[in-house]
């Protein structure tokens, strides 16, 4: 029973410690301050090289249609800090080798792949609402060019990567040769 009044005791200097320690503290003192910083828009751009030269690997004719698919990587940096989000519009000649042509409608987008941060860089990544198949149009004279691409408000910040996945169409009766198609990218400042 010795042992309850000691206990006693402790809880006591204890409780008796703490109060002296909460009564002989300072009384805090609170300012608040403001910290400020500016952030302007940068640019809206295709970076890195892209989009760049697609070569399709070569055929052979074999009596048949065929179709040959290419990927095209292409590298946008929307630094705008808008939210806007952007589009990509294109337009072609038509494939020519001489006087031989492919059909204007020949070159699809059959999907878009690998949809990513640039490397090092944080995005949003584009939430493109334009559905594949594309086709990209073409003539001899390159016609209006159509968006195939596009990063809807809200996304497509930062710099990112992704690959159109082309596909060219060739008709069985090709005529043999090297065939050529200038293509134009337009990057736009709204979906």
């Known amino acids: 029973m010795s042992l309850l009044p000691a206990l006693r005791h402790t809880a006591v200097l204890l409780l008796t410690a703490g109060v002296a320690v909460l009564m ?17 828009g940068g640019s809206l751009a295709f970076i890195g090289g892209t989009p760049g030269d697609v070569t399709f690997p070569p055929v052979s ?7 040959n698919p290419a990927s ?43 949809l990513a941060c640039d490397g090092g ?28 691409f596009n990063a809807q408000a809200g996304s497509g910040m930062g710099n990112q990567d992704f690959n159109a996945n082309w596909q060219l169409s060739i008709p069985a009766a090709t005529p043999a040769g090297t065939y050529t198609s200038t293509w134009t990218f337009t990057l736009g400042t709204t979906p």
């Open 24 to 40: 002989t503290a300072a009384p805090a003192h609170a300012q608040t301050a403001t910290a400020t910083q500016q952030i302007s």
């Open 61 to 67: 004719l074999t009596g048949s249609d065929q179709t």
């Open 72 to 114: 095209q990587t292409f590298t946008v940096s929307d630094a705008r800090g808008s939210e806007a989000g952007w589009s990509i519009s294109a337009t072609s000649t038509t494939f020519t080798s001489g006087s031989d042509t492919l059909p204007t409608d020949a070159t699809t987008i059959t999907s878009f792949s690998g």
């Open 121 to 148: 860089s944080s995005c949003t990544p584009a939430s493109n609402a334009i559905t594949p198949p594309y086709a990209l149009p073409a003539a001899a004279v390159a016609p209006v060019a159509t968006k195939m």
